[in-house]
């Protein structure tokens, strides 16, 4: 298992396009992912409960995967909310 | 024969289509009875369930092919990343999270599926509302709108889709809202036919503008006719004929054939003649439009410019407030059917009568004393840099685009949407609609800082009679001669002149022979006008002179009495040309 706290710095934050692209990204890996807020963790696969986040740019989230292809989930996942590498 | 308000002339037959949202009654009276009228129960018999859970799963399948379609759809006409947020509505309703939910309503609370989703729908829709990102919040309403659907699917085993219009569709409604009516696929409405509304709604404006026959205000229309029934609309006379049958067919569609080559005689006319003056003075007559198709309809009519961009339309045709690049692409649509001449831009005009469904305003007591017109952006930084970017970007690409702001009340709108303009390095032109009284008493001050004024006579009038125009019971009370408006006009024209500063004029009086005589009596330099009616204004203008409109000027100025706005009226319409319209001679 990986986890990777991160800041979200794509333009829309996790609007429903780049949210659903996030479901997109988990379905296609065997790996187990899930997103934390604060307090708040929800299945990475489950896009309606990574709405109810309600994550915007700038936000720090939590990224956990887990399962063989854990670190190629990670990487694409930390591509799509970091578009321009980590600041 | 059902009479109701002439609202778009012209005449349209062909088979209903009703527009509506369509009731799902939240009980039944027993499994697979629906439309049966009992009372209502809102659980099941245990025996019930799995039949019940069928059925949720059966909707959910027809709404995935709903959306499945839709998603094609607006991939084709609007764009890619509209297509991509109705993929994201598919993923939910697609997902476990529902069917858990609805599944443990249905079998532990013995609900009955449309309730179970109808309750998922809302509690997460209020889920929603607590977010603290407005964008978040607005969420609620798609959520409503997915549990909408799927109840719709799993009681009526389908959706209606306002999109998918057979061929000569007769669009009736209970009432059209602005949204709805930018939805429709307009290439297939051969009349529109409604309840509620008048002349000056949105819908019978939109008609107007489409060349669409349109007749509001009919009662009990919905409930008196049957989907897919012939019917023939008559925009001139107000009518809805419910009595057609197959064989007046032929002799209708012959009248619609006629009425067709009617319309093509007027627009060579109108594109072979100028707006002048019958002593050869010329006067500028652009056009009002809500798109790019209207926009090149325009322009086939002879319209010089846009005077009145309705950003609001291009809003409505998205389900989320469109970026950049999609408002740049319809804004340079718009300047490139009318090239070279200019192209006006109103900046987002939303709110009161026109809500922007996705923007969940709150309610607000008085919505046209509230949050509309220029406050509704100021109010909202992002959305207001975003369509000054778009509209920036087209200029730089060397288009003769303009920014108009609506509802101003005072100098600061007018600073700040420059600041905003000077900041990213754009010298657009900028100029202010004219529609409130505290923009007629500073019109000095507003005028010295805008590069052009624009009337925007709707909101005007209303503002300045303290009438309702959509409230029958004081509807009368609204005049466009009245001294106080005749008065405005004049005010607002002398003070404007005085800095050098053209007036335009885009509010419906520029629409209509009567009142666009008025305007140009009073010392107006520009008519915007609604695209259908640029043929009638031109042959208006064509038979009347300076001197004649000098002599009307001194009358309306000068009636102050008891019967002053009818008297206006009457000296007006003395002016209007009669006899044939020109393109019906020879």
Not at chain 2, 148 to 177: C, F, H, K, Q
């Amino acid at each position: 298992m990986i986890q990777k706290n991160l800041s979200v710095l794509n333009e829309e934050g996790l609007h429903t396009r780049p949210a659903n692209e996030f479901v997109r990204i988990v379905k296609g890996f065997e790996a187990v992912v899930t997103l934390t807020k604060g307090e708040r963790e929800v299945p990475g696969k489950s896009l309606l409960k990574i709405m109810k986040l309600g994550i915007v740019t700038g936000d720090e989230v939590t990224i956990t995967c887990d399962g063989s292809d854990e670190e190629a989930a990670m990487e694409a996942l930390v591509r799509l909310v970091q578009p321009g590498g980590t600041a | 024969m059902m009479k109701g308000i002439a609202s778009s002339p012209g005449i349209g037959a062909g088979r209903v289509f009703i527009l509506h949202e369509r009731e799902v009654p939240l009980g039944r009276t027993g499994p697979n009875s629906p439309g049966e009228d009992a009372a209502p129960r809102q659980t099941h018999a245990r025996r019930e369930t799995e039949s019940e859970l069928e059925r949720f799963h059966r909707g959910v399948k027809v709404t995935s092919r709903y959306y499945e379609s839709l998603i094609e759809r607006v991939r084709k006409n609007v764009g890619d990343d509209e297509a991509e947020i109705f993929e994201g509505h598919l993923e939910i309703i697609t997902s476990d999270d529902i069917a858990e939910a609805v599944e443990e309503m249905i079998m532990k609370d013995l609900a009955i599926a449309e309730q179970a989703v109808v309750t998922f729908a809302e509690t997460t829709a209020g889920e929603f509302e607590e977010l603290e990102s407005e964008y978040f919040r607005q969420r609620a309403g798609d959520i409503r709108d997915i549990g909408r659907r799927i109840a719709e699917a799993i009681y009526y085993g389908s959706i209606t889709d306002p999109g998918a219009l057979p061929e000569n569709s007769v669009i009736v409604a209970e009432e059209l809202t602005p949204s709805a009516t930018a939805r429709l696929d307009i290439k297939k409405v051969a009349a529109i036919a409604t309840e509620k509304g008048g002349r000056t709604s949105h819908a019978a404006i939109l008609a107007r503008s489409l060349s669409i026959p349109c007749v509001t205000g009919v009662e009990g229309l919905v409930s008196a006719v049957r989907s897919s029934q012939l019917v023939m609309v008559d925009g001139d006379a107000g009518t809805v004929d419910t009595a057609i049958a197959e064989d007046d067919l032929t002799e209708i569609t012959a009248r619609m054939q006629k009425n067709r080559e009617a319309i093509r005689h007027r627009m060579v006319w109108s594109h072979k003649h100028s707006a002048t003056l019958s002593d050869g003075e010329e006067i500028h007559l652009a056009a009002n439009v809500g798109s790019g198709d209207e926009a090149k309809m325009a322009a086939s009519l002879g319209a010089r410019g846009v005077g009145l961009f309705r950003s609001e339309f291009l809003f409505m045709r998205y389900s989320d407030f469109p970026g950049v690049k999609q408002q740049a692409d319809e804004y340079r649509r718009v300047c490139e059917a009318l090239a070279p001449h200019p192209v006006i831009v109103r900046l987002l005009d939303c709110g009161a009568d026109k809500p922007l469904p996705y923007a969940r305003q709150t309610t607000e007591d008085n919505p046209f004393l509230g949050e509309r017109g220029i406050r509704f952006l100021m109010a909202r930084d992002e959305q207001f840099h975003i369509q000054l970017k778009a509209i920036a970007q087209v200029a730089a690409e060397g288009h003769p685009i303009k920014v108009m702001i609506p509802m101003v009340i005072s100098v600061d709108e007018i600073e700040t949407v420059r600041e905003v303009l000077t900041a990213s390095g754009s010298d657009v032109p900028v100029g202010i609609m004219v529609e409130t009284p505290a923009s007629v008493l500073t019109i000095g001050a507003l005028a010295s800082r805008s590069d052009f004024i624009s009337i925007g006579t709707n909101d005007l009038v209303q503002y300045l009679l303290a009438v309702d125009r959509g409230n029958a019971r004081v509807a009368s009370l609204y005049s466009e001669f009245h001294p106080a408006v005749i008065g405005a006009v004049d005010q607002i024209v002398r003070g404007s002149h005085k800095e050098g500063i053209h007036v335009g004029v885009c509010g419906d009086m520029a629409s209509h022979p009567d009142t666009a005589l008025t305007l140009l009596a009073l010392g107006v330099d520009e008519l915007s006008v609604s695209v259908s009616a640029i043929p009638d204004i031109k042959a208006c203008l064509r038979g009347v002179d300076r001197s004649s409109l000098d002599a009307l000027r001194a009358e309306l100025l000068g009636n102050t009495g008891r019967h002053a706005s009818d008297e206006n009226r009457r000296a007006a319409a003395a002016l209007v040309p009669s006899g044939p319209v020109p393109w019906e001679e020879t």
